[in-house]
């Protein structure tokens, strides 16, 4: 069965600062890796995601994650952080013998401070 | 998030009432689904329909009725609900084939659901 971790209920950073947001995952397959963000009374806006190849994969508004396939790992990174992506980061994971089932984390609350 | 769009945005209800979530994606997908977000807790997959055929219901309780009458439209239908039922429902939809894919879920804002 598929499984995600997000090992931290909130990160904090301060503004121009790198952030990572952690993401660990467990599945039979090979994994499908994807990251959403919410925001207040909002959906789920989808960020990026890893299929295959380049295990750095870039996504919208200047975010990336890193595939790590030993450590099963796939952090959310961003060179500087913005006030505005203060927000709920979701990972989410599928194997490529399901059929479209998403797992998600319980996510990570990003705070960026002035 | 005008990809897929949801009403009502928020709903207060009675355990006796009955009410209709209504969802529709303008984005050519055939894959729709609907989840529960609770605080504290993961999101939870409920339904989900591939070429207007249900293909996945995970153990939810029959108070919760889904209907999808064609791919662009998804309706979760409510009925004698419990104050637990009280979360932010969410629809999403995906382009699927008929096996492995490698589609992303795009998804609506949501519905605040209130029971009383």
Redesign the interface.
């Known amino acids: 069965a598929q499984s995600?971790a997000q090992p931290e209920d909130q990160v904090n950073v301060a503004e121009g600062n790198p952030l990572t947001v952690k993401c660990t995952y467990s599945v039979s397959g090979n994994p499908?890796l994807?990251w959403?963000v919410q925001y207040p009374?909002?959906?789920?806006?989808?960020l990026l995601?890893y299929?295959t190849g380049d295990n750095l994969v870039k996504g919208s508004y200047g975010f990336e994650a890193e595939f790590n396939k030993s450590q099963t790992s796939f952090h959310l990174k961003k060179p500087s952080a913005l006030v505005s992506d203060s927000a709920l980061y979701?990972c989410a994971v599928r194997d490529?013998?399901g059929?479209?089932?998403?797992?998600?984390?319980?996510?990570t609350r990003l705070l960026v401070s002035p | 998030?005008t990809g897929?769009t949801?009403t009502p945005r928020h709903l207060v209800m009675g355990m006796t009432n009955k009410k209709s979530l209504k969802c529709e994606q303008h984005l050519g997908h055939n894959?729709m689904?609907w989840y529960k977000q609770s605080a504290?807790?993961?999101?939870e997959?409920m339904f989900?329909y591939?070429f207007k055929e249900q293909?996945?219901n995970n153990s939810v309780p029959s108070r919760f009725s889904p209907e999808c009458p064609n791919s662009s439209h998804l309706f979760l239908h409510l009925h004698t609900l419990q104050p637990e039922d009280s979360a932010l429902y969410?629809c999403?939809s995906?382009q699927?084939g008929r096996?492995?894919?490698?589609?992303?879920?795009?998804?609506?804002?949501?519905t605040?659901l209130t029971v009383l």
Do not use: H
């Open positions: 995600v499908y994807f959403y009374n909002r959906g789920l806006q989808f995601k299929i979701f490529d013998t059929f479209q089932k998403l797992v998600f984390g319980t996510g | 998030e897929v949801q894959a689904y504290k807790k993961p999101l997959l989900v591939n293909t996945e969410l999403a995906s699927q096996g492995m894919g490698t589609d992303t879920q795009y998804f609506g804002p949501g605040r």
